[in-house]
């Protein structure tokens, strides 16, 4: 049987300090010059040579003000802030690639989704069909406030939202135009066909939409549909609407769990278990050989601030990790933010300095380190023992994590079969799932699709 083959995302932020923080003063980070587009256009030509799937890009609406209760540390740092937009930056790479897909995080709390509906489609149809959605509700109330309210909607009811606002999208996207309502016949002086393209009439509870969407169907009209929450109410909407998960795993075991509900969940949703892509985020350090892989590790601590790293930890949990004492212990408080960023502090053995260890790297994602070898064994043994689909490549030095694992590892992974050694064609849905450019026949989205209407000539 052939191998799975791992999929593979850059995982990346229209910032500077994303997930390893305080490696912006390497000397060979180029982050700081995320304001140009030659930043972001060199990455995606990179990224497509080492023929990964796509780019992920985080975003985060707020400032992590959590950390001694203000923003002085993510200034100096630079933790996620200052902070672009991500959907601005797709025409331009996907103008100097072909292939190279686009995770883009959006939260949908504050944009109506009439607004949002249209934004995608217009990169989808830029891209030639290659666009995802990260769909996130946000968890900073620091973004809650700018935005006009005094605090986070609550967490599940956050979900019931994002559930409605899902239901208003595929009504615009999948509902909205037929298939074949744009006739594009300057002959008959048609563009498209009046009876083909139909008013969404939506009245819930959080939106009311009465209207037509304005964009023509795009290639894969619902954007490849990501998300990366993980509590029980998290998993119920995954299983509805993901189409790939997004994941920090913190070992093997736990992993494996955590990919095993994340399929359960599908099935409860009426889906096929694989119908869900499961990626874990992943810091790779490879060098030549094992030892100069490490000597690369012990150069990049030598950067890494792991206050920093805690003072974005603290945002996630919303705790102020800065309250305790180095060894006093951290007490559990169930969240409002990220729940599944909390469950690990669940056993009550957690201590700042267990923290700091934690984030020595200025991160807490799992790290490999190793010869091409070395790394590959481990990656093949992450998919083998999980589940998981992939990963999503974090940045350390860049573009320097990236080039690495493009020299070094990719060649390794392709020898073993394990590594595509070609893009397939077609949308980003249609390489990663290797079926239909448009939402599979049991995903809920596709329930909102208008049969051909049967007016005949509407002219
Ligand atoms: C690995 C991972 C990545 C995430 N990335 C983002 C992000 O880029 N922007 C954001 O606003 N939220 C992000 N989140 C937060 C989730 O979208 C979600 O709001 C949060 O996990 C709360 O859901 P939960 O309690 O179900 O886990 C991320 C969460 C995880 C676990």
Redesign the pocket.
């Known amino acids: 049987m052939a191998k799975k083959k791992i999929l593979l995302n850059a995982f990346n932020?229209n910032c500077i300090g994303h997930i390893n923080h305080g490696l912006w003063t390497h000397p060979r980070d180029t982050s700081t010059q995320y304001k140009t587009i030659e930043y972001w256009t060199e990455l995606a030509k990179t990224l497509e040579r080492g023929l990964f799937d796509g780019l992920f890009i985080?975003?985060?609406?707020g400032v992590y003000d959590v950390y001694q209760n203000s923003i002085d540390v993510p200034l100096k740092e630079s933790i996620q802030l200052p902070v672009n937009d991500p959907l601005l930056l797709v025409s331009a790479m996907a103008a100097v690639t072909q292939n190279l897909g686009f995770g883009l995080?959006a939260?949908l709390t504050y944009e109506p989704p009439y607004l949002f509906a249209r934004r995608m489609s217009t990169l989808d149809h830029l891209s030639r069909g290659r666009v995802g959605w990260?769909?996130?509700?946000?968890?900073?109330d620091s973004a809650a406030k700018a935005m006009g309210l005094t605090e986070q909607v609550e967490?599940d009811r956050?979900?019931d939202q994002a559930d409605e606002y899902l239901e208003v999208l595929y009504k615009l996207w999948e509902g909205s135009w037929e298939d074949g309502a744009v006739l594009n016949d300057p002959q008959a002086r048609v563009y498209a066909q009046p009876g083909k393209v139909h008013k969404v009439e939506h009245h819930g509870g959080f939106y009311q939409v009465e209207g037509y969407h304005l964009c023509e169907p795009s290639p894969q009209r619902t954007p490849v549909l990501f998300?990366?929450?993980?509590?029980?109410?998290?998993?119920l909407?995954a299983g509805r609407h993901a189409e790939c998960v997004?994941?920090?795993g913190q070992n093997k075991a736990a992993t494996k769990v955590q990919v095993d509900k994340v399929r359960a969940s599908a099935v409860e949703a009426g889906r096929n278990p694989d119908d869900i892509k499961v990626f874990m985020?992943l810091n790779v350090i490879v060098g030549a050989t094992e030892a100069l892989a490490w000597e690369k590790h012990a150069e990049y601590l030598s950067y890494a601030s792991p206050e920093a790293g805690v003072a974005h930890f603290s945002a996630?949990t919303a705790i102020d990790f800065a309250q305790y004492e180095l060894d006093e212990p951290i007490q559990y408080v169930k969240?409002n933010?990220?729940?599944?960023?909390t469950k690990n502090l669940q056993n009550n053995d957690w201590t700042r300095r267990k923290l700091l260890e934690q984030h020595a790297l200025g991160g807490r994602y799992i790290t490999l380190v190793g010869s091409p070898e070395q790394v590959a064994d481990e990656l093949e043994s992450w998919i083998s023992e999980t589940g998981l689909d992939g990963f999503?490549l974090t940045r350390i030095v860049t573009p320097e994590s990236y080039v690495d694992f493009i020299d070094l590892v990719v060649p390794e992974l392709q020898k073993r079969g394990s590594y595509k050694t070609a893009y397939e064609t077609g949308t980003l849905r249609e390489k990663v799932f290797h079926g239909s450019a448009r939402l599979p026949e049991q995903h809920t989205g596709s329930t909102y699709r208008q049969t051909a209407s049967l007016t005949g000539n509407t002219l």
């Open positions: 932020m985080a975003d985060i609406v995080t939260n990260n769909i996130v509700t946000g968890y900073l967490h956050r979900y998300q990366a929450g993980s509590s029980d109410r998290g998993l909407f997004f994941i920090s985020g996630s969240s933010a990220i729940q599944s960023a999503n």
